[in-house]
Nanobody, 123 residues
Framework: VQLQAFGGGLVQAGGSLRLSCAAS????????MGWFRQAPGKEREFVST????????YYTDSVKGRFTISRDNAKNTVYLQMNSLRPEDTALYYC?????????????????WGQGTQVTVSS
């Protein structure tokens, strides 16, 4: 299974970015997908997750109402729409895949990881 995340960049506070993560080598619709982030000097933290069908989503409190996770199983891609970005959202963002039916917020429960895409929000 290979995951490739892209769409990061430099944006001013209040701006928007849309991250994408393309999967290959797996039956994408069977996998729970998640987004995590890691800022310099900090541990990797959960951002959002989506069930295989897209019916169930979870977000960390700090991004609720600003970020939206979605997936297109026909395109083997999961997205993270990020609006109203803040400087504290600056981090390396990773997508991850979990070969289970149940969503999870815990990084160690994910089986595959992408390489990360950098998001930098300037104040």
């Amino acid at each position: 299974v290979q995951l490739q995340a892209f769409g990061g960049g430099l944006v001013q506070a209040g701006g928007s970015l849309r991250l994408s993560c393309a999967a290959s080598g797996c039956t994408f619709s069977s996998y729970v997908m998640g987004w995590f982030r890691q800022a310099p000097g900090k541990e990797r933290e959960f951002v959002s997750t989506i069930s295989w069908s897209g019916d169930t989503t979870y977000y960390t409190d700090s991004v609720k109402g600003r970020f939206t996770i979605s997936r297109d199983n026909a395109k083997n891609t999961v997205y993270l729409q990020m609006n109203s970005l803040r400087p504290e959202d600056t981090a390396l963002y990773y997508c991850a895949a979990r070969n289970r039916r149940v969503v999870s917020t815990i990084p160690s429960t994910y089986d595959y990881w992408g390489q990360g895409t950098q998001v930098t929000v300037s104040s």
